[in-house]
């Protein structure tokens, strides 16, 4: 699926590039797009956000790069600068906590995959499981926790096997406000810590800024890149007083107006249907 | 009263009623659980305590139907020549080992029809097309395979173990959410990693299904097993009261199946609970 040599010595600073990447679903009586000619290259250690209406092929964009689809036409380099390290991890839309492991054995999976010793996978659980506050519930089952205390695992599971490339679907959609609000500044914490090139998909304007460099607007049906957006804001960042800046406000109104513009095609284009 | 107020009284009423019935509600909340328990307690005493009264004034006929009292009053010899026990464990063994000579094949076969389609395509089509025969048809061809022996009493059970297994095994593994074999895949599982941390895991609570099941058919196949061909067993206890209309002989035997029933099936809980400790309390 991916190439990682080459990329290196056409682009120094690149951790992903695609190639008029496009994906073509068959489904019975036609082909549905789900990315069309997707270019896009993503810097080494950058943090990149992507919004778009539902259906537009975000989640197929990551699935193709963590391998877990093939792209129909086009080219994905990925960068590999230490091949012990996993290239990516990916953590999933919806729960995806193993229910049959304890807490801090779905943290450690990705350490046991790799054949890390017992004793070694635990001590870097604890680490990150004391990161999202669930030092408590290591040895506790799935089901005693709430959706928030899952999400966190998912995070922290993607964390912990130390991939070079963080894949994120939409990891807090599924939470309430506070939880996400909570959620999102211990991301910031482990990652501003971590530098790691992440990807990361979510519905919300408001957290594709407080946490990404860059937003990648799509289209919905075919899926294209329509704008990508710097967010020139400073980090570290802290979310209240992020939220509160002028700069912060007028980034809003340019990707809501780009959105804005995306969902109602989409929702015209239902109603033809 | 004019329409009005009849309205209103009809309001008031309803009112004041629901007021009872949350009150009535509230205090049983307290002595729930011990009235729970109790009535448990009492309703099958109840009807053992009919039973004894019916028979002793005439109205259930005794010869047919026998007394509390009556296969108590034998019960106890059968306890203490030893009889009961030895054709309980003559039993019981033949259920284990059938038990044990299914479900081990069923599991194996069973995962190898989930994860792999070639396996399952071509095993598919064999196993609908004889699950349906009822595995008591087949019996008289083990006995002239088996002869008369234990083997064709293990071999019943094992078969009808086996599919209940089977199928619940294949089922078990189809049936895993395709979000853990995405999380598996992602993080580069190799395909023995795959099976022992998500396949086998997944596939637990539906093997554990088809165990109960399969204890249950195996207790079904007991009896008919010991029809033919026995000198021991429960199930033979049962058929030779027939014979000899013994009817105290035959309950007796009938409570020490459901006896059976009841440990097998609290052993197979205990075992679940220690291999699944991950399945909530409700599921």
Redesign the interface.
Known sequence: MEERKGLKDIYPTEAILTENLTKVFKVRGGNIVALEDVNISVKDGEFLCIVGPSGCGKTTFLRIL???EKQTSGRVYMRSKDPEK?L???V?Q???V?????VAENVA??L???GVPPKDRREAAARYLKLMGLSKFADA????LSGGMKQRINVARAFV?DPEILLMDEPFGALDEQNRLILQQELLKIWEGSGKTSLFITHSIDEALILGDRVMVMTAHPGKIKAIVDVDIERPREILSLRSSPGFAALYREIWHLLQEEVEKAKAKELAI | MSMAEEQICKTFERVIVKEEKAKVKGKSWASKGLLLKVLAFLSPSLILVLWEVLAGLGVIDVRLFSSPSKIFSALIPMLYSGELLYHTMVSTRRIVLGFLAGAAPGVILGLSMGLFPPVRASLMPMVAATFPIPKLAVMPLILIIFGLGETSKIFTIAIGVFYLVLINTMAGVLNIDE??L?????????RF?FYT??AL??A?PMIFAGFKLGMGTALLLIVAAELSAAKAGVGWMVWRAYDMFDIEKMFVALITMAFLGYVFSCMLDLIERIV?????GKG
């Open positions: 963590a391998g877990l996993p990516t991890s990916m999933f919806g729960d995806s193993f229910p049959w492991m304890t999976y990705g046991r995959i790799k089952y799935p089901y005693q096997s | 979000i853990y995405d999380v598996a895949k992602n993080f580069g599982a190799s990693q941390t998500v895991p997944g637990l699944i400790p991950w399945k909530s």
